[in-house]
């Protein structure tokens, strides 16, 4: 059997998955966290942090918040990337490998600074 000569469809599975979390999660956050909350229609923001909170100490539900994480930011450092590439500016191969191993590190910071 022979080996895959590069990592492009992991790449891209990534990259497609974390759009796909930031085109269906990201704009329910942003309406239930600017709209919602601050008016009062979904309950007031003195008892939300009371409310939200315990989900949080839950292990699983804290690993799939991380991980809409890693894949929003990974899907920014993918797109930024070849945006850069797309301008003409050839950043090379160490840069994304730079961008990629920062994610990484973010998402790993915040599995152990909240765990």
Do not use: E
Not at 10 to 18: N, R, S, V
Not at 97 to 115: D, H, K, P, Q, R
């Amino acid at each position: 059997m022979s080996k895959p000569n590069n990592l492009k469809p992991i790449y891209w599975i990534l990259f497609a998955a974390g759009g796909m979390i930031s085109a269906l999660v990201l704009p329910a956050l942003i309406v239930i966290l600017s709209w919602l909350l601050p008016f009062g229609v979904i309950g007031s923001a003195d008892t939300f942090y009371q409310t939200v909170s315990p989900l949080f100490h839950n292990g699983l539900f804290y690993l799939v918040v991380v991980a809409v994480l890693f894949m929003i930011l990974w899907h920014t450092a993918h797109r930024f990337y070849y945006v850069l590439h797309d301008f003409h500016i050839h950043v090379g191969i160490k840069t994304r490998y730079a961008l990629y191993a920062f994610v990484i590190a973010c998402a790993l910071w915040t599995l152990v600074a909240g765990w």
